[in-house]
């Protein structure tokens, strides 16, 4: 029964998130489609001539409906094809694998540091409520939640960066960023700010309902000590939200990302879409916003699998 239920969610959320993909990549195509002037203008702003960005709409396909153009995108994407670059005309594939790297690093090493990082400060608060350092934590998680990315960047950068001089200040002349690990410190801390805020506020809140439930309190009775009950029992059946939570912090990160590769100068997915914007290089914009649908949807898909195994009801209701 189990099994059934495991495969149920499973292929609901899949046909949600194939739902949600479709929808993103219609609304980017429809907005992009909708802004004034094309690539032909980009292509031909060395020498504007009207006939010469006529002969470019019409080599680059422009000239025909929007209907047909997406109709077009959406045959060749069920085939595993992205398109070509409207401006540098490389298959759009090879443009994304080749600022996939940078901004792979930045969201895997921020992904591994969150959740040791959310749970420590969650339990950390939770062990004693309402103390010093339950208010303590509360507050700064609270406040510092608040911050958007690029504020918390400026000030970093001019704080370590350009008083203290202990970290450069942005990734300029820097291939490979694993050979050059100090340019990763700021932009991995303005990645980790808000997702480890909201996660270990979960964590703290769960942690708490769950030492102040019947079953806790039924263990106490049967001489288990505190610290058995926090991290053998009450910490694995209240983290499914603080899971889930977590693959919605892809989003933020996502979305952080393009703030962040932009503030430490990073050439990366997120300096691709907004060069892509700039130019109107559509079908780079629409196979990023496939790329990160995509990405978003397996997280979260991978999330409510874990939830599941941790807390089967609270998944399925």
Known sequence: MAGVSLFRILAGRLALGAVQVLGVVTVVFV???????????????????????????????????????YADWLA???????????????????????????????A????????????????????????VVDRAISSTTLGLYSVPEFASGIVLI???????????????GVANLLEEPAVLVLPVVV???????????????????????????????CGLGERRILWRHALPTSGAPAVQQLARAVDWLLGGVIIVEAVFVIPGLGT???????????????????????????????????SYRMNPAAVIA
């Open 191 to 221: 990645l980790l700010i808000r997702p480890l805020c909201s996660i270990s506020r979960l964590v703290r809140a769960g942690l708490v309902d769950a030492q102040n439930s019947e079953y806790a309190a039924h263990l106490r009775r």
């Open 76 to 106: 060749g994407l069920l085939r595993g094809d992205l398109g070509v670059s409207l401006i540098s005309e490389r298959p759009v594939l090879d443009t994304l694998l080749a600022g996939l790297a940078p901004t792979a690093t930045l």
């Open 158 to 172: 001019s704080l370590f960066a350009l008083q203290l001089g202990m970290l450069p200040a942005n990734a300029l």
């Open 31 to 69: 907005l992009t489609d909708a802004l004034p002037g094309d690539a032909a203008v980009v292509i031909a702003s060395d020498s504007p001539d009207p006939e010469r960005i006529e002969r470019l709409r019409v080599a680059l396909g422009l000239d025909e409906p929007w209907m047909q153009r």
């Open 108 to 131: 895997g090493i921020t992904f591994l540091l969150l959740p040791p990082l959310a749970t420590a400060l969650g339990v950390a608060a939770a062990r004693r409520p309402g103390s």
């Open 272 to 306: 691709t879409l907004v060069d892509a914007v700039s130019a109107r290089d559509v079908p780079i914009v629409q196979g990023l916003a496939v790329f990160f649908g995509v990405t978003t949807v397996l997280v979260n898909v991978l999330a409510d699998l874990v």
